[in-house]
């Protein structure tokens, strides 16, 4: 890789903040900062993951037969929609390294188009569960419209625990999704508009960093719903 | 950014000096400030706010109890009451308060830097807990809450009529604001210390308020989506606590706690760095077993994690993790003894100086070692059992948290009330306070502790079944009066003492520390005129130093003569 561009390079004249000594003392405080908050993220999803695993493991057998409600189809085909922007990211921020400013907006672009493809997806996905009434408030039908047979083992409480966890899980996961895209949108923007504050690619480097932390949160939570074992 | 700079000179000044408080005198730039010593000045201001609001609430509740069958509260309103008490106290108040008013202000000081790593997020941490001080107040005035400040499901999630939701996205917003702050002081502390500024050189204070933001980060998400959970429970059905959905209610507990006890650390652990800066200096002694302070304050944060089972072991624990929780918990004492064995060895053989501020420091420890001793009482199960739930935890975690937290705030806003303000405050004033303070504060808890060890259980309005409660309740409410009264004192003349009181010197106590030592009178914009090195060890005090200024030049309106 003839990555050459890291901090400090003499191509990225930088603002250097009147708090900071140099560009190298920022650039790094920023990584520890983001870094920082990224293990409260993890302890955000943690905790969820944490009740998932505790009633998994109290109800597994209902859990197996419910994640067969799930679309498979479509979980897959966001994961890779996701794995995907991921790649275009890394991209945006290789671009970004080396200067090459179009390039770095068009692979943004392409990963803002990427997460909207993921919440089409998604919303499909919630609108079939509301449509056959698996949203887990007073209008919950069980067995499940869809798929009486497959449902009628499992006790109609922890179906809708099942759904509870989903719906939070995947739903603070969206929420991810979504201030990702403002983030990514705001950046395109900056970039477009040749601002200074992202002459430097720290900026798109820290976003990166979360980007790539909501496609890692989805990578667990796919296995986790649609490919549970039995 | 150089418009900002520009504005600094004035061309009005008459030979007045510049520094963060004369730089600017209009209102818009004291609140889009990116001086982390003005946002420490904000939050102050804020701070006392909330603590008048959680002390009314306590007023009535103490009023309440001073009658088997209560005075002038339906039940409903006292629950609501108690919670506010609560909830303003700890989310608003006691979390927020050193890390967010003193840490803000010194830690860049203490490391020789320019200003915290990310000044806008700190005035955006401001911003989010005023904004969730605020969703606070609505939820007040809009009903309240009677949950407790705990939240316990399946009574906040399924069955309180009260203003829940608001509450609970109170403390979620103010919850972001401390992760914004924490997340400030690591990246300063591991990256703008001063040239020369090792790990081991760096003031107990900050040591104190690394472990703290590492506590933060790592418990308040937790508490954050545990809340959060509860809402959406209540707003769409999601219920992941439910007993109707096979869901375990106690689920909710553990997770709770995962983040409360330790956020008890949140509370102490500032203080405690607080405490050991001021008796180091009254004490002109280097603060004995340094390492073993710093390192227990990790320690304490570390085992913080692990004890917060303690509070369910009268809600279905199995013995396994009873016992287990009940012997991590006892371990606390350890660091915490450690911390204050050794700062009673920083006083032997020190030259002692009793000012107002070691006064206060003095009283922490009072309060401390009552409290973590009762700790002791409450992590022992059997004992546990008899006092879960009564007034004993009560006066115990009010002497720990409460009585810990408000000295040191207290202890430390007198210590650095000259570098903040440029000003002194009568001595004689001071120690008034301070032991009008501790008295108020003894009256107020020990007969709690009484009580509670005679059975009364907290939180309750009646009492009609025991009325020789009665006269332990009366004297308990009689030392809130002398509590309120104490906290007005150093408000009036701290407040007088903005106009009238005596110019301070750059460094009144004669206090080592780059905030004392490398500093104006009152600092500068960005701290320091130029970034200093650092080549002694922290604390390189000795018992020849010079003594603290004397107490007359302390009066309102004293001038002291200049000594070059
Ligand atoms: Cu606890």
Redesign the interface.
Known sequence: MALEATHGNQMNPQ?V?????DID?QN??YL??MW??L???I??F???I??YT??RW??QPSFYAMSKLLDMKMGTINTIILLTSSFTMVLAVHYAQIQRRAAQLYALLFTILCAFGFLIVKYFEYSHKFHVNL????TFVWPALDNPALTASV?E??A??FF??Y??MT??HGIHVVVGILLLGALSYLVWKKSTLVEDFMVTEMIGLYWHFVDLVWIFLFPLFYLMPK | MSKTLDKKHPNNSHQEEVNYITVDYTMKSWFITKDHKRIGMLYLATVLVFFFVGSVAAGFVRFELTSPTGQILESETFNRMFTAHGVVMIFFFLLIAIPAVLGNFFLPLMLGARDLAFPKLNLLSYYLYLGGGLFGVVALVSGGVDTGWTFYTPLSSMYSNSQVVLTITAAFITGFSSIATAVNFIVTIHKMRAPGLTWFRLPLFVWAHYATSIIILLGTPVVAITLALVAVERLFHIGVFSPEYGGDPVLFQHMFWFYSHPAVYIMILPAMGVVSEIIACFARNRVFGYEFIAASSLAIGGLGFLVWGHHMFASGESYFQAAFFSLMTSLVAIPSAIKVFNWAATLYKGMIYLTTPMAYAIGFLGLFVIGGLTGLYCSNLGVDVHLTGTYFIVAHFHYVMVGGTIMALLAGIHFWWPKMTGRMYPEIWGKIGMLVIFSGFHMTFMPQFILGFLGMPRRYHYYHFAPEFQAYNVFSTAGAGVLAIGFMIPVVYLLLSLKHGAKAPANPWNAKGLEWEKTDRVPITHNFREIPVVTEEAYNYSIDDEPPIEAKYTKFGAVMEEKS
């Open positions: 603002k903040y009147e708090q900071f000594e003392q790094e405080s520890v900062g920082s908050f293990i409260t993220e302890m955000f943690g905790v969820l944490f009740c505790l009633y109290q109800y949203f887990p408030n007073p006790p409480p922890v809708k625990m509870s966890l719906f939070a739903g603070l």
